[in-house]
């Protein structure tokens, strides 16, 4: 707070009564969150660009007086919020704690959970930083990636065991796999807003996350449901033993995506399979920066325009949220993570052989790819060979999403390069990993925990501002992708590798 205190930001904005009067009925943790918001330079979050109510219905105003104006709007604003705050905490009042817990209480908890889940880039301040530095970058000519550093980047087409074409050996992998089971878990990402799907409730028009799309009948979490249970119920077949294989879900609060996938669990009585075969992690939402001048969207008074930041942060929140032991409890060495957009996983042998190779050569990762179409907004997987700083020579399997395809220089195949440019095989979002080498990358403390970090800003962010208008503006949030934990599983070699790399 002492350091907080003495940044130019928050001396100007909350001057004298940083310590005393505005602050003072806040806990220590909560003016700090507050301070780091403005450290930031996101004083407008607190209204200092903008006219709001307060709860006793006196409706604060701009006065064009210039920028020092504006601030003391949005100090005296706050003074008068952080009192009631205050008095209705002592008081228990149930009315006035409901009217606070929209206003500052729910901004307190959206700045909390940034803090705590990017605690280990530097909290509020570390994440803004970051999404200044990605969107510095894409306004340059000069456009980086993350593989900038090194002496040396080039990328080859990889192979791997084609499940169409050496079908004994595919058998035998899902063999393995099914035999395997008992030492499997189910990971699924499912926190996502869906946007593109445009999912609506034909009777109140609330928007609907992804896991709730209908197909075939049922819900798009209830087919990864049925997918799992024939894979117990053929391991039981073979092998005459019943498994119940532990499923950790990933949630998140947009569009109420974790109150809908609990309902639907509820309603099926958790799939005859018990609750505490379920474990349910909800992902923080992230604040969504301007392309323009990087400060954050806003759709009301105190609430910044939140939304999930990548499948990537999986990693790090099950290690936040004690998933990894959740399943370590239930004696599993490894998982299948699935997507619940890809409706076509589980058919054939997919699923086993990839679970039941990376089991059977103990794999820290794998991966399920397919032929990709030209066009396809899907990422790739490609065979990485690098040099970094120190002179050795890096080889692994890594993504590469079809929004950096430009920076890294990957270009579509079309009908005059098609036929002399091999073309990388698409991710799916299939991805098999051991436990503890999972857990190892989402425990460490630095930006490596949560992999392939991008500055998404292809598209334009639908919102509804703090005056109800519906709007639209270029912008972003930092986004994390799951399959790039693969960047942290290379092949060091002191030499360059000549033969033979494409089947490393």
């Known amino acids: 707070l002492r350091a907080l205190d003495a940044e130019p930001r928050v001396a100007a904005f909350f001057g004298d009564a940083s310590s005393r009067g505005v602050l003072g009925g806040l ?15 996101q004083d407008h979050v607190l209204g200092a660009e903008l006219g709001w109510a307060g709860a006793g219905g006196h409706e604060r105003h701009r006065n064009g007086g210039g920028g ?56 509020i301040i570390g994440y803004q930083i970051m999404a200044l530095e990605l969107l510095s970058v894409s306004k340059s000519k000069d456009s980086k990636h993350r593989h900038s550093k090194d002496k040396f980047v080039d990328f080859h087409v990889p192979t791997g065991l084609n ?52 197909y075939c009948g049922r ?94 942060a999986i990693w790090k929140l099950a290690c936040d949220r004690g998933v990894f032991e959740w399943l370590y409890r239930h004696g599993r060495k490894g998982a299948t993570v699935r997507q619940v957009s890809n409706v076509v996983a589980a058919t054939d042998l997919t699923l086993m052989a990839l679970a039941g190779i990376g089991l059977r050569h103990n794999k820290k990762l794998g991966f399920a790819s397919c032929e990709r179409r030209p066009g396809a907004t899907e ?26 395809f430009e920076k890294y220089g990957i270009s579509e195949p079309t009908a005059t390069n098609g036929s002399l440019q091999a073309s990388y095989p698409a991710n799916t979002n299939i991805l098999y990993v051991d436990l503890q080498a999972a857990q190892e990358v989402g425990s460490r403390k630095n930006a490596s925990c949560l992999p392939g970090i991008v500055l998404n800003l292809k598209k334009a962010v639908s919102y509804v501002d703090h005056l109800g208008f519906e709007c639209s503006a270029a912008g972003g949030r930092l986004e994390c992708t799951m399959q790039n934990i693969a960047d942290n599983f290379m092949n060091t070699y002191s030499y360059r590798c000549s033969k033979g790399i494409e089947s490393m």
């Open 27 to 41: 806990r220590p943790r909560e003016a700090y969150l507050l301070k780091c918001l403005v450290a930031a330079g």
């Open 68 to 123: 020092g104006s504006a601030l003391r709007e949005a100090l005296y604003s706050l003074a008068d919020l952080v009192g009631r705050w205050s008095e209705e905490g002592a008081a228990d009042d149930e009315a006035g704690s409901g009217e606070t817990e929209l206003l500052l209480g729910r901004l307190l908890k959206f700045l909390g959970d940034i803090e705590e889940f990017y605690d280990c880039v530097g909290g």
């Open 163 to 214: 499940l169409l074409e050496d079908t004994e050996y595919a058998s035998q992998a899902a063999l393995w796999g099914i035999e395997g089971l008992p030492e499997l878990g189910e990971i699924y990402p499912i926190g996502g807003a869906g946007d593109r799907l445009g999912l609506m409730d034909s009777d109140t028009g609330e928007s609907l996350p992804a896991a709730l799309l209908p």
């Open 219 to 312: 819900s798009l979490l209830e087919g990864l449901m049925r997918d799992l249970q024939a894979r117990e119920f053929l391991h039981f077949k073979i092998f005459g033993k019943q498994c119940i294989t532990p499923v950790a879900v990933m949630t998140s609060s947009v569009k109420n995506n974790h109150e809908h996938i609990v309902a639907i669990c509820e309603r099926l009585e958790w799939f005859g399979r018990g609750r505490e075969n379920f474990r349910l992690f909800e992902q923080p939402l992230v604040p969504v920066v301007n392309a323009e001048d990087g400060k954050w969207l806003i759709s009301e008074s105190l609430l910044p325009v939140g939304k999930p930041g990548g499948h990537g």
């Open 379 to 404: 990422g790739v997987n490609v065979l990485i060979e690098k040099q970094n700083l120190d002179g050795l020579w890096e080889y692994g399997i890594t993504c590469i999403e079809y929004t950096e």
